[in-house]
């Protein structure tokens, strides 16, 4: 199974290299503050869209996609959050956010700034954002192919057209 992650499309026209790669997307998973819902309906175009709300999110959006949420694939348990609050950092705030719950995948978003790693046993990503890259020099989105293994993908380029 190919699962596109994204998040922080704030609103903004999604570029062709993340659409490229949704139209072999089994699933796409959206980390929040999508600022409308025209990003979800161009991405539902392509493969089930799954994903949370976050902090500049209105009502209509927060009625719409929960805070939070635990998804099952297949044998792999992923949570999804966008990690905004106060106080630690956004990585801590969503690792408390499913403390105690037995995670092999934990997405989150919010900090704009791309992320792979391993937290004890649990893969962590930010997708970092495709249309907001803030200070960094490229824009960003991540791959999650999950079949006998579980393998994972940070996606840069320059252009957001």
């Not at 500049?56 to 297949?74: N, S, T, Y």
Request: aromatic share 8%; with cysteine; hydrophobic share 40%.
């Amino acid at each position: 199974m190919k699962i596109v992650i994204t998040g922080d499309t704030h609103g903004k026209t999604l570029p062709r290299r993340l659409l490229d790669e949704c139209r072999t997307a089994d699933l796409i998973l959206h980390t929040g503050d999508w600022k409308s819902l025209e990003a979800f309906h161009i991405l539902s175009q392509f493969a089930e869209v799954i994903g949370v709300s976050g902090n500049v999110d209105d009502e209509v959006m927060k009625g719409k996609f929960p805070l939070q949420q635990v998804i099952q694939v297949g044998d792999v348990q992923i949570g999804l959050v966008h990690g905004h609050g106060d106080k630690k950092t956004t990585e801590k705030r969503a690792l408390e956010a499913f403390e105690g719950v037995p995670l092999d995948v934990l997405v989150f978003g919010h900090s704009h700034i791309p992320m792979l790693r391993y937290i004890n046993q649990t893969l962590v990503i930010n997708p970092g954002s495709p249309t907001d890259k803030r200070k960094l020099s490229r824009y960003s989105f991540c791959f999650l192919h999950i079949d006998e293994e579980i393998r994972a993908e940070l996606v840069f380029f320059a252009n957001k057209q």
